[in-house]
């Protein structure tokens, strides 16, 4: 038993490090199935499984790894990543919630329960979760602006949506996202100026 785990475990680590998500999840699965009381093999075929686009699978996956181990908190952010890809907004913020009350420091987590809070309209808990993040954080600002979009404070907003892209210059595109959408629809702005530091 103990030599075909390790082939299997072998196997799995090389088939992940390569990239060859189809291999790595053969190999997962039959070190589940070696294993089944291990709820970090549940959470490596989970994050295979997000790997190859199958957020319901990995779903699954990482909640029997929390099944197994309720503290499995690597287990609990991926969850809740893969809940949201699939719009189970509910769930997804669940997830998050109870990962933030172990890791308040995951920045991430903070982004995704904040970007959670705006789909939601949970304008209030949103700025809650935003106001904990560093100033230096773009996806942040990102989000400020696109709170900032709902509350109507279109100068707060341009100054995120310059900070962000000044930041992190690749949200350019995300940035410019923020302000055609929202409930108020596309906002009568001058794009030549909309990143321009205030």
Partial sequence: MDQTFQKCASTFAQAAAQG???????????LVALQPGNASLHYNLGLVLRRLGREMDAAEALQEALRLDAGHHNARFERGCALLELGDIEAASNCFQTYLSSCPQDTD????????????????NAAAHLDKLPEDCGGAHLLRAELSRERA???????????????????????????????AGRLPLDSARLFAAT
């Fill in 20 to 30: 060859q998500w189809q291999s790595a999840e053969t190999a997962a699965r039959e």
């Fill in 109 to 124: 987590a903070r982004l995704n329960a904040a970007h959670i809070n705006l789909r939601l309209g949970a304008l209030d």
């Fill in 153 to 183: 404070d279109i100068a707060a907003m341009r100054h995120h949506l310059a900070e962000a892209v000044r930041l992190e210059p690749s949200q350019k595109p995300a940035a410019l996202k923020v302000v055609s959408q929202g409930a």
